[in-house]
């Protein structure tokens, strides 16, 4: 036992020393280090995003009800530690200055909002200030749209239900506002305390009551294990950052799959990185475990001391790179403090767990069949030198890493989806690879031949090596194929986001332009040289029934949903507007277009996928819509994709022109003014009174803000990635290259110049390169295929590009560490050389 | 009176066939010889003739086909793999043609390598010990890529006599050497194996290495036929063994 530890202990040092472990132990730190840099970075980075978009629902988790909740509920939530505040919303009519209006009445409680800050300013359509109390009694504020339609100023009275209050501020952003561009009605904030005094929460009144709770994550799932078997689904809806289906949480939950998906493909590098490895300190073995059985050594002290060596090198890998990981995350952090609110302080166990697991794993696993290898090597190699290990099933070998890399992504990711969509890739990868080889022989039996040229020399190498190298040339496709993965990833997801709000978005929304301003306020608006978008007629309605049945249930459940973002703008009125022009971000998943419409066509309307789906109306229906004294049949003909995340104006009903030429619309238009020309808005409008306008620019901010620091971040994954990827690559280089250096010797033993040695290496690497990067670039397409239609909900798209670069870059890299390994092998003379291989 | 020393080796129609892919074939024709105690034989014979299988099935790293070889009485035919190794620990010694010594150990650790394994306590005293006797005392700490093949030979030679084994097996132990450096190797192997009464087997195609053994055998296609030379007392110059 002893004799085995203080055995393996000296061969441990003294290979290390001498560098023989250094590739295997490599392959080690960068597995622990990546792994653990990633995912503690990305662990940390999601803590500091969902901290940030909690601020979008003023609060860490939400519980929703159509009636008050039970006294118990919140008093539990207060002794499990938690923050809590309650929020009442209701639709009520406000009147002031002999008008009326409907608005959006929220009555807050003490301590709203938990999350995200509240803003107003003393004038309408001023720069908002953070204000950190609420209306006192007797006082509301108001969104700047109220005190434009009621003609009122800050000090009028409005009155709402029973009660009167006195405007004493303007709202100017609340937290969880949503993100629609008609979010509704202006909002109406009063206290709490009020609310009794309006007599609005009477028996049909439509109200949600929202009960908002912050605190420790652990905290929050102890409370929602205790609360869940108490909800009731038909009441109460409990909502987290992680349901937010708003941009910023569709960004987020998005770039949480991707930092997900980062760690997952780290921990596939490491494997592959630790496999080639071990199999490489396989081989080196043989000959020492021969020499010990020789020697008299049992199975079972060879066995040990492997173990005890493997151990060592191990143990020393996970601390060495967990120290780097800690490093490169700290320098990772530091760069992007600036823009990352990415706080140091927190440290999570988790990702240190999943490190040393993915370490211990992974060296175990990997090394497993070629310790199994090495512990057969018979003693007679000694005499016969030629005799290897007696096992040699690849398909166990393959079988069981595959088994172990799933596992450890299942284990990991706890998303059977994402691992298997990985997993599948790998496999269709390596079985296409293993058909490759036997190609990549029978070509190189015809190429190989004739005059030794380099390329010949390169050519028989590649059919003589051919199965050795599949290891190889898997484990380069794999880790290009990740690279790719990750790195298209980004491109197309960050592409997306951008796309949503490019430069010059519409931060301001006019709607009520009456025909006769229209064309004034385009003349005023150039004149101050603002560029109002397209105008969209707009007609207010009523939805009354479908194929002739009406529709009561539907709407109120509709109305009740006021939480619904995105959605807010139905209910018993609905805004239609007419236009044979499809708009942008707007696809057709079911019939055809308006403008396939035909004299004597029954006159179409084009429905919104979702809204479709949720009141049951299929291609055919007829939808009747009363506008004043008028009633409107339309036929449904086509059903739309709407992309709600673009901020303009989108509609759930879009009707045939014609259908809705006897009406008189208001218009909608949107326009683009820099955030520092905010002060020109009340100038602008200022002929206008009769136009309400609404300001979205806060929402945009917000939403960019988060988009910017989620995708610098996706950005800096990125880059650990292609670092981690790269380093993979050259140890997988350096590896082959010592299996090439006993070839080399004899070669320059024979006279060989070093210019033909060396373009016949680099002819090798440069074919490997090819057809690694080639099949990388094919098995890419697939797993991005699978990843953004099954897991992020993207819209898939052939990347041609890179099926031209990735050969290319491959050939090119795969070639130059090639060439390098091979140079620094011709530096040293023929007998050096020699005596290296010994 | 005079003691007849102990037969150390004996074998008795031992054959060797491999299978290959036209069939099987038979390396080894029935071969029966004994080795006594303490006497030195040289197995040689032309490259491919058998004489590295041979040498492979007496110190069991290799089995025999048919028949039965006996180590010091111990019968290496019915042993199986680990109770070989520990007879190989306990009784043999090794020298190669190419040294094979563990490239990731020093020169002293790769002599104490067998003592390890055979669980000696004192195993750095007696490694330093012998060092000194093959002349290597300064280059302990060197690794075998530092040596050149002779010093290599030699700490090999070392190894071989650490643990003090019954029977020696040399395989071409000057093969890859140069003449001056084969003289200092033959020398030492002789000389250590005189003073510690070791039984030597070795294999060679030098007939000047083979001439310094009391015995030579040679091995033709398979089969062995035993050398003697002018001082024995044979009417015969040759004689089949088996």
Redesign the interface.
């Known amino acids: 036992m002893n004799?085995a530890l203080?055995?393996a202990w000296?061969?441990f040092k003294?290979?290390a020393k001498?560098g023989?472990l250094t590739i295997i132990l490599f392959a080690i730190v960068l597995s622990v280090a990546s792994v653990l840099s990633l995912s503690l970075f990305s662990e940390r980075l999601q803590s500091a995003l969902t901290a940030k978009s909690a601020d979008f629902i003023a609060a860490d988790r939400l519980l929703d009800s159509n009636k008050p909740v039970d006294q118990a509920w919140i008093d539990r939530a207060i002794e499990e530690g938690l923050e809590t505040t309650r929020q009442v919303y209701a639709r009520s009519m406000v009147f002031g200055n002999e008008d009326m209006t409907l608005t959006s009445l929220r009555a807050a409680d003490q301590g709203y909002p938990l999350k995200g800050t509240l803003k107003t300013s003393e004038t309408p359509f001023g720069l908002g200030e953070e204000t950190n109390y609420l209306p006192n009694k007797g006082e509301a504020w108001a969104e700047s749209r109220l005190f434009q339609t009621l003609g009122i100023k800050i000090g009028d009275k409005i009155e709402v239900g029973d009660a009167e209050f006195i405007l004493t501020r303007v709202i100017t952003e609340v937290p969880d506002a949503g993100f629609s561009v008609f979010g509704g009605n202006p909002k109406v904030l009063i206290n709490y305390s009020e609310l009794e005094s309006t007599n609005i929460t009477g028996p049909g009144s439509r109200i949600t009551y929202t009960y908002f709770f912050a605190g420790d994550k652990s905290d929050l799932e102890d409370y929602y294990d205790w609360l869940k078997p108490q909800l009731d689904r038909e009441i109460h809806d409990w909502d987290s950052v992680e349901d937010d289906s708003s941009p910023i949480g569709r960004s987020v939950g998005r770039a949480e799959q991707y930092f997900l998906l980062a760690s997952l493909l780290a921990i596939v590098l490491a494997a592959v990185s630790i496999a080639v490895a071990a199999q490489r300190y396989s081989q080196r073995h043989y000959?020492?475990v021969?020499?010990?059985?020789?020697?008299?050594?049992?199975?079972k002290?060879v066995q040990r001391v492997y173990l005890y060596q493997i151990s060592f090198i191990t143990f020393f890998g996970i601390v060495l790179g967990t120290a780097a990981g800690l490093a490169i995350q700290q320098v990772v952090v530091s760069a992007i403090a600036d823009t990352v609110d990415v706080s140091l302080d927190v440290w999570h166990w988790r990702p240190l767990i999943i490190a040393v697991f993915t370490g211990v794993t992974c060296a175990v696993l990997f090394s497993l069949y070629p310790l199994l290898k090495l512990f057969s090597v018979?003693?007679?190699r000694?005499?016969?030198?030629d005799l290897g290990a007696g096992m040699s099933s690849r398909i166990i070998q393959f079988g069981a890493m595959g088994s172990a890399i799933l596992l450890l992504m299942w284990a990991y990711s706890q998303n059977i989806k994402i691992s298997l969509i990985l997993f599948v890739s790998g496999i269709a990868l390596v079985c296409a690879l293993l058909v490759v080889t036997f190609a990549l022989i029978w070509v190189g039996r015809k190429l190989g031949q004739g005059k030794m040229g380099a390329w010949q020399l390169a050519w028989a190498r590649i059919k003589r090596r051919a199965m050795d190298n599949s290891v190889q040339l898997i484990s380069f496709s794999i880790t290009i194929m990740l690279l790719l993965v990750v790195l298209v990833m980004r491109n197309d997801m960050v592409s997306q986001w951008r796309d949503q709000l490019p430069q010059g978005t519409p931060n301001y929304f006019l709607t009520n332009i009456t025909q006769d301003k229209k064309d004034n306020l385009v003349e005023h608006f150039s004149a101050s040289d603002v560029q109002p978008d397209g105008f969209y007629p707009v007609v207010r309605a009523r939805f009354e029934a479908i194929n002739d049945e009406k529709i009561r249930t539907a709407v109120s459940k509709e109305d009740e949903n006021a939480q619904n973002r995105g959605r807010n703008g139905l209910g018993r009125e609905a805004n239609l507007t007419w236009t044979d022009v499809l708009a942008k971000g707007n696809k057709i998943v079911e019939g055809q277009w308006l403008d396939k419409w035909q004299p004597g066509d029954p006159y179409g309307v084009s429905i919104e996928e979702r809204i479709a789906e949720r009141l049951d109306i299929k291609m055919g229906d007829t939808l009747t819509f009363n506008i004043g004294s008028e009633v409107v049949d339309v036929e449904v003909t086509s059903v739309r994709e709407v992309n709600w995340q673009t901020m303009q104006p989108n509609f759930f009903f879009v009707l045939q022109p014609q259908a809705m030429k006897e009406f008189t619309p208001t218009y909608i238009t949107s326009f683009h003014l820099p955030t520092e020309q905010k002060s020109q808005v009340t100038e602008l409008m200022r002929p206008f009174a009769s136009v309400t306008l609404i300001d979205v620019d806060a929402r945009i901010n917000q939403v960019r803000d988060v988009v910017d620091q989620v995708s610098l971040a996706v950005e800096f994954i990125l880059i650990l990635v292609l670092v981690a990827g790269s380093l993979v690559l050259i140890a997988q280089v350096q590896a082959s290259m010592d299996e090439r250096q006993q070839e080399l010797a004899i070669l320059r033993t024979l006279g060989a110049k070093g210019g033909l040695i060396r373009a016949s290496v680099v002819f090798e690497f440069l074919i490997i390169g090819v057809v690694a990067g080639g099949m990388a670039a094919v098995a890419n397409e697939l797993t991005l295929y699978l990843l953004q239609s099954q897991v992020f909900q993207m819209e898939g798209k052939m990347h041609w590009e890179y099926w031209l670069l990735a050969p290319t870059v491959g050939a090119v890299v795969v070639g130059l560490l090639g060439a390098a390994g091979c140079w620094r092998l011709l530096t040293l003379n023929t007998s050096q050389l020699l005596?290296?291989m010994? | 009176m005079t003691t007849t020393p102990k037969v150390m080796i004996e074998t008795k129609d031992i054959t060797k066939i491999v299978s290959t892919s036209e069939g099987e074939l038979q390396i080894l024709q029935p071969i029966s010889f004994n080795v006594k105690a303490g006497e030195s034989v040289a197995i040689v014979g032309a490259s491919g003739s058998g004489k590295?299988t041979l040498?492979?099935l007496l110190?069991g790293?290799?089995q025999v086909s048919e028949g039965e070889i006996l180590l010091d009485g111990a019968g290496l035919h019915s042993m199986d793999?680990?109770q070989r190794?520990?007879?190989?620990?306990?009784k043999?010694g090794?020298i190669?043609q190419?040294f094979?010594?563990?490239?990731?150990?020093?020169a002293i650790?790769n002599i104490m390598?067998?003592a390890?394994?055979?669980?000696l306590e004192n195993a750095k005293q007696l490694g330093q010990e012998i060092l000194e006797q093959v002349g290597l005392g300064h280059r302990g700490n060197h690794?075998?890529?530092q040596l050149s093949g002779g010093e290599q030979q030699r700490v090999a030679i070392a190894?071989a006599f650490i643990t003090k084994p019954k029977i020696l097996f040399a395989?071409e132990p000057t093969g890859n050497l140069d003449s001056a450096n084969s003289e200092k190797v033959e020398k030492l192997l002789f000389d250590l194996n005189r003073d510690s009464d070791t039984t030597l087997v070795l294999v060679t195609h030098d007939p000047e290495l083979a001439s310094q053994c009391q015995r030579q055998l040679h091995m033709h296609a398979g089969e062995l036929t035993e050398v003697f030379t002018e001082s024995d007392d044979v009417s015969e110059s040759q004689k089949q063994v088996g």
């Open positions: 004799n203080s055995l000296r061969l003294h290979e001498r023989e000959d020492p021969a020499i010990m059985k020789t020697l008299g050594a049992s199975r002290l018979p003693p007679l000694v005499l016969r030198r005596r290296k010994v | 590295s040498l492979s110190a790293l290799d793999e680990e190794a520990r007879l190989r620990g306990e043999v090794f190669f190419s094979m010594l563990v490239q990731s150990l020093t650790e390598l067998p390890e394994i055979a669980g690794y075998p890529n190894r395989d």
